[in-house]
């Protein structure tokens, strides 16, 4: 049986699947912005004395496996960096004082031959599975190309790599501490 409706059609019920389908929506638009959300916030922050020892142990990690390498890391510094486009183009903005900076120091060692790059490769990816890092091997850039590397997921959220570098094809050697969210402003290490 149906019932009239004041404009004179019959009110029939929707089917099951019809009164859902806004539900499902809403619930699929609130879960979106709570992942978007939840990805701009960028974990907790830390204070400015926090963010300084976190680029101290970022260096520190780097500096430990260039003279793995048996080397002297203040010989083949690449490079101080703070800023990525990733880190600071998210969705969303901090708060007064807070400031994301993804601190980055780069070494370019300098190998005799293919074969020495190929046996520091081997040399880091021993040594950080013997600290029980995380090891995975990176591909070479392109098919038939040279310069397979090695990257570790390392203590303090410090991630290591030994790879070409995208641009020059050189060896590089990377202590990448991640975007952090920290108190106080781009501490300029240039």
Known sequence: MTTATPTGRPLTPAPHHRRRAPALIASGAVLL????T?????????AESEFREHMRLTEEAGEEAVRRLGTDP????????????SCKDEFGSD?????????????????ESGAGYRAAVVTLRAAWSAQGLTVED???????????GVRAEGEHDVDLSLRPDRYSGEP???????CVRHHGYLIDRG
């Open 38 to 46: 939840q990805g701009c916030a960028g974990g907790r922050v830390m």
């Open 74 to 85: 203040s010989a083949f510094v690449n490079g101080h960096e703070m800023a990525n486009a």
């Open 33 to 36: 912005l709570g992942a978007l």
């Open 172 to 178: 590089i050697l990377t202590a990448d501490g991640g």
């Open 95 to 111: 708060g007064d004082g807070v400031t994301r900076d993804q601190p980055r120091v780069t070494w370019a060692p300098r190998f």
């Open 138 to 148: 990176i591909p070479a850039p392109g098919k038939g190309e040279r310069g397979a």
